[in-house]
């Protein structure tokens, strides 16, 4: 099966600019993530969405980032505007169902670097 | 999510088996166990997960202790391309979120 796939791959960006990062997870997966990786650290939740519905945005700093998942399919995370601690890899998961038990599979993610 | 602790890092040689350990002394009843890895410049890969019982599948196998304070990650037969850093994770009880500390960086050496 096709794996999640996400772009670009790598963005570069000034800071104050603003940045969009598109997902499409795997076919049938009802549950997507996307987490920030900063260098050195594991991966953080920022936002996780069931079919097209928001489960926890706890984490997401909502005065610069947002997420949304239209269709329950593909979704994209925005930064507006991206400040130099925003510099990270952006990763997307997806997950069968809402429950402990499923795997989440990722993406490679996109690099972002704020200058 | 339960505080997991894992060793910063091990060393291996090729085709011998890896034990990777994980306390997790403030696991819940309900917590699953779970493994990740990451390679470099990649995302996340699922490795395995148990709640009580030994499980066993293509990639390795995860032993949990009888009081499921503990686990290891059992690599039969390691091979340069299982070096990576591997995440033990106990939780994703709410709603299948995780969180990820820093892992074990598992070097293996030809």
């Known amino acids: 099966e096709a794996g999640v796939a996400q772009s670009p791959r790598y963005k570069i960006i000034e800071k104050r600019q603003s940045v969009a990062f598109w997902c499409n997870p795997i076919s049938g997966h009802a549950t997507l993530y996307w987490y920030q990786q900063i260098l050195g650290q594991g991966p953080k939740l920022l936002i996780q969405?069931?079919?097209?519905?928001?489960?926890?945005d706890s984490q997401l700093p909502k005065d610069r980032f947002s997420a949304e998942r239209l269709k329950g399919v593909d979704s994209t995370l925005k930064i507006q505007p991206a400040k130099l601690e925003d510099s990270a890899v952006y990763l997307c998961?997806?997950?069968?169902?809402?429950?402990?038990?499923?795997?989440?599979?990722f993406g490679d993610g996109t690099r972002l670097s704020i200058l | 999510d339960a505080k997991t602790t894992q060793p910063n890092s091990m060393e291996s040689n090729e085709e011998e088996p890896v034990h990777l350990p994980c306390n997790h002394s403030?696991?819940?009843?309900?917590?699953?166990i779970h493994w990740y890895r990451q390679l470099p410049s990649q995302g996340p890969e699922y490795v395995i997960h148990g709640l009580t019982s030994n499980v066993n599948n293509r990639m390795a196998s995860l032993a949990i202790a009888e009081d499921r304070k503990s686990s290891t990650l059992i690599l039969h037969r390691a091979t340069l391309r299982d070096a990576a850093v591997y995440c033990c994770i106990a939780g994703g009880t709410s709603y299948g979120k995780l969180t990820f500390g820093q892992g074990t960086i598992l070097t293996v050496h030809p």
């Open positions: 998961a997806s997950s069968l169902a809402l429950t402990s038990n499923q795997p989440q599979h």
């Open positions: 969405f069931q079919n097209n519905g928001v489960v926890d």
């Open positions: 403030t696991i819940s009843g309900t917590d699953y």
